[in-house]
């Protein structure tokens, strides 16, 4: 199961704007039922102030894809037609609280969808189904423009982030080729693929070599149980920030040994991550104290503690 | 069961038996020796594997016991028959399968195909998934070293027939491997007096615990291992056992045997009603597979127009847990190798949806189910541009239906 944000699953949940708009002037239809994924997008246009004043979905696809339709209505609605245009996909995945790597696609979709209406209102050709020679994907039907598209706004830098942006070469895999002549061109383009420094033959260039990490400091032979204390209090504050971030909390309970007692509060408490959490203070205990701890849940303390 | 929500997905995994995990508990901190060790400690639970070894004979109608060589699972167990053939038989360069296995055995040929340039016949199957024999007969010659069918398919549930697809690979002078995974503890097996020489099967999927596998090794046949080193399972497998795997499987193993008359009937009668009820509630949908010979526990509804994950996740809001054949799920972009080896068209692939039983499931659960299911699917279908463009169609599935 993907970990989808709350944002993601409220959209899919309880989507907003979903269904057909039958007063549109401005409508856009991307994917197909072969790729998997397929979104008409229907807006209507006030003509003369160039405003969004209405807009719409049908989705088929996964719950990324009717999420990502849902939050794209959501931000172009009361936009001008030149304010949506600038919007990317990054942005729909930003309104959502980001989305897995593998379904980026998803919000990619929403971007060529919201292009093609917009594209449909100005009376302009959006081509979908392109001519064979076009195509880099033939599979899914993406061609040179939308993976360069994908590869700018997302600085995608390689051939697997393209295929979860926008799916192309995710089948058969003979287009990886291609993909890569694309990737290469857009990044030549931007300056991202700085070539490689020469340098003489049989050596390493500089560019490959690294610092070595810097030595963990020795341990202390034994720590009183106050500096073990103070060790392991000093490490569960500096973790504090990063949790609180998340909507969390963390907080000491009780020291037996090797047991170290937490509290999991706030978003944290109950949530499908908490495991995660507890990990990721174990981890740092260990790491500060230089010893093996167990993290523990308060509610495992032993009654009469 | 129910306060974890109704678990429609045993073709994944099953829930490790009560039974099963009391039966390993001591394994761990009491019985805790090595078996190959010459002291008390080793030997109790030397004696407890051979044990398991008569449990897992008996599921399987095995002859012999010594048959039965303890591995870490289906995808081990798949490698090391095919590996261990094609070293056992050099000269002969030609493998044959389906195109419906599981990847355990078709990314290994892919592997063997590209790589170490062997012929891979992989046979097709027709809109109802069965094997097409004629072109099984073609594919087996004199060159073939190993037939590796799969008894049963994981998404749909069909089963081939096994027993005639082994006399003729016999006849032909091939190996006969059989990944029955999802068989295996579903229906009644006699290997003792099959043709099939080799089985591989996997613990998670009958009630044991993940980690633990076993593959038959019919006795007589050629063999060479595919993990070297010490000599456990009669230097078959080499590397310390999984007692407490072990001793889980033989637990299950036994287990699937009480309670294969209730796998068959109750289980199976649960499995029709859940089906039928479907059927008769939601428009445009369809039993993938064949129906009429499959395991009694599985059903598979492609449900057209909508898109499996987006069912999976309403579903599992609903606290049901199934699984889908769609792309999405599996973070691969196509549906899922079997539908399309079947030929189901893309609008019904994509929302392919598996409903899996178990002896633990209860009518009350697939009441639950059968309720919700078509709120789910109506829900789907009013998002979707396909459904309404259609209209409903009307003319619906004249292949399928």
């Known amino acids: ?305 | 069961m129910t306060a974890q929500g109704i678990y429609l997905d045993n073709n994944a995994t099953t829930r490790v038996d009560p039974d099963v995990l009391a039966e390993m508990l001591p394994l761990f901190t009491e019985q805790f020796g090595n078996p190959s060790s010459m002291h008390g400690f080793g030997a109790a639970v030397g004696g407890k594997i051979e044990w398991a070894r008569k449990q897992v004979q008996a599921l399987l109608g095995a002859a012999h016991d010594s048959e039965i060589v303890f591995t870490s699972g289906g995808t081990e167990s798949d490698n090391t028959a095919i590996l261990s053939t094609l070293e056992a038989y050099p000269k002969k360069k030609s493998i044959v399968t389906s195109v419906v296995e599981h990847p355990a055995v078709l990314a290994l040929c892919d592997y063997l195909e590209k790589k170490r340039g062997y012929t891979v016949h992989r046979i097709g199957v027709d809109n109802r998934g069965n094997l097409d024999l004629d072109a099984y007969k073609a594919a087996l010659g004199p060159d073939v070293a190993i037939v590796s069918i799969m008894w049963a398919n994981n998404e749909t549930g069909t089963i081939f027939p096994i027993e005639e697809l082994a006399q003729l690979a016999k006849a032909a002078g091939a190996v006969f491997h059989t990944d029955a995974v999802q068989a295996v503890g579903k229906i009644p097996m006699t290997l003792a007096t099959s043709a099939v020489d080799m089985l591989s099967l996997s613990g998670h999927k009958l009630h044991a615990p993940k980690g633990i596998g076993a593959l038959y090794v019919k006795r007589g046949l050629r063999f060479r291992p595919m993990l070297r080193g010490g000599h456990q399972e009669r230097s078959r497998r080499a590397g310390t056992e999984n007692a407490p795997g072990i001793v889980g499987l033989g637990a299950a193993a036994q287990l699937a045997l009480m309670h294969m008359t209730d796998e068959n009937t109750r289980v199976k009668a649960l499995r029709d009603k859940l089906e039928q009820a479907i059927l008769a509630a939601v428009p445009n949908c369809f039993v993938t597979g064949n129906p009429a010979n499959r395991l009694p526990n599985t059903c598979n509804v492609a449900f057209e127009y909508i898109e499996g994950e987006a069912i999976l996740l309403l579903l599992n809001e609903a606290d049901i847990a199934a699984s889908s054949g769609s792309a999405c799920t599996s973070g691969s972009l196509e549906p899922s190798h079997v539908m399309r080896a079947m030929g189901v068209p893309y609008t019904a692939a994509h929302g392919a949806t598996r409903f899996s039983l178990s002896r633990e499931t209860t009518e009350e659960e697939i009441d639950r189910v059968i309720a919700v299911v078509p709120g789910i699917i109506a829900k789907l279908r009013s998002l979707s541009p396909y459904w309404s463009q259609a209209g409903a169609p009307k003319e619906f599935a004249p292949v399928y239906s």
């Open chain 1, 1 to 305: 199961m993907w970990n989808y944000t709350d944002k993601v699953k409220e959209h899919f949940f309880n989507p907003k704007n979903a269904g057909a708009l039958d007063e549109a002037n401005a409508v856009g239809e991307v994917g197909s039922i072969t790729c998997g994924d397929a979104l008409k997008l229907m807006m209507k246009v006030n003509p003369d102030s160039q405003v969004i004043e209405d807009a719409k979905f049908q989705t088929f696809g996964c719950g990324s894809a009717i999420a990502s339709s849902s939050a794209l209505t959501e931000m172009i609605i009361g936009k001008t037609v030149d304010e949506a245009l600038a919007v990317t996909n990054r942005d729909i995945a930003e309104y959502l609280g980001g989305l897995p790597p593998e379904k980026m696609h998803c919000s990619v979709m929403g971007a060529e969808a919201l292009r093609a209406a917009i594209a449909n209102f100005k009376g302009e050709d959006w081509v979908d189904d392109h001519e064979e020679g076009e195509l880099v994907c033939k599979c899914f039907g993406i061609d040179a423009a939308m993976i360069e598209r994908a590869v700018t706004v997302n600085s995608l830098t390689t051939l697997e982030e393209v295929t979860h942006y926008t799916k192309a070469g995710g089948s058969c895999q003979t287009c990886h080729e291609k993909i890569e002549e694309v990737l290469e061109a857009v990044l030549a383009k931007t300056g991202a693929l700085a070539p490689p420094k020469p340098h003489a033959p049989g050596t390493v260039g500089l560019d490959a070599i690294k610092p070595l990490a810097p030595k963990a400091e020795a341990a202390p032979a034994k720590l009183t149980n106050v500096q073990r204390m103070q060790k392991i209090m000093f490490a569960i504050e500096e973790l504090r920030p990063q949790i609180q971030r998340d909507g969390g909390d963390v907080e000491l309970v009780d020291i037996d040994g090797k047991d170290i007692y937490v509290r999991l509060t706030g978003a944290c408490s109950g949530c499908s991550q908490s495991a995660g959490t507890m990990m990721g203070v174990q981890a740092k205990l260990v790491e500060a104290l230089g010893e093996f701890v167990r993290v523990k849940p308060a509610s495992l303390l032993p009654v009469g503690a």
